[in-house]
T-cell receptor
């Protein structure tokens, strides 16, 4: 079991460019989550898929962020027109099933730096 | 207002000592609590969960939950060098509220005193 895989591990973009982050959840897991981690804000929830369907995107900045899960083996987080304040570690997690008692397994994260 | 508050911000104990971490929620919808640990350069990893009042022990780790006060704590006995990490308290809402997102505290930076 390779765990949750995130690519790339590091990404540097210029202000205004687009960034696409990839996540491969653990095989057989039906729930996928995206979080963002910064020194100032800590770990923040962004969005959540259940069986590939978007369930909760209440944490997503509305204008430039979007997430998709086209199949059960990967999810993408896209940031358009990146800004310096988007610099963070973006973490993907998956869980076997949905429900608060199911452990969320986190990937190593993608460190996004916007210059 | 931060819905999940952790203390202390940082903690150092000698090797072999006892470490204690505290967490309080201000939202009564949060009834399911997790402790996560994050080593540098890695994603958070779950240490243990606690959903019922009282103590839960797993090896060197003991969690305690008081639902009335929404206070949860984590205690590590016989601290080891591998325990040096960021420790997060995370809360999840009651089933049926529509989301299984975790709400994290700001974390406690834990290290061993050489």
């Amino acid at each position: 079991n390779a765990g949750v895989i995130q690519t790339p591990r590091h990404k540097v973009t210029g202000k205004g460019q687009e960034a696409t982050l990839w996540c491969e959840p653990i095989s057989g897991h039906s729930a996928v989550f995206w979080y963002r981690q910064t020194i100032v804000q800590g770990l923040e929830f962004l969005t959540y898929f259940r069986n590939q369907a978007p369930i909760d995107d209440s944490g997503m900045p509305k204008e430039r962020f979007s997430a998709q899960m086209p199949n059960q083996s990967h999810s993408t987080l896209k940031i358009q027109s990146t800004q310096p304040q988007d610099s963070a570690v973006y973490l993907c997690a998956s869980s076997l099933n949905w429900g608060p008692s199911y452990e969320q397994y986190f990937g190593p994260g993608t460190r996004l730096t916007v210059l | 207002q931060q819905k999940v508050q952790q203390s202390p911000e940082s903690l150092s104990v000698p090797e072999g000592g006892m470490a204690s971490f505290n967490c309080t929620s201000s939202d009564r919808n949060f009834q399911y609590f997790w402790w996560y640990r994050q080593h540098s350069g890695e994603g958070p990893k779950a240490l243990m969960s606690i959903f019922s009042d009282g103590d839960k022990k797993e090896g060197r780790f003991t969690a305690h939950l008081n639902k009335a006060s929404l206070h949860v704590s984590l205690h590590i006995r016989d601290s080891q060098p591998s325990d040096s990490a960021l420790y997060f308290c995370a809360a999840s809402e009651l089933p049926g509220t529509g989301s299984n997102r975790l709400t994290f505290g700001k974390g406690t930076k834990f290290s061993l005193i050489p």
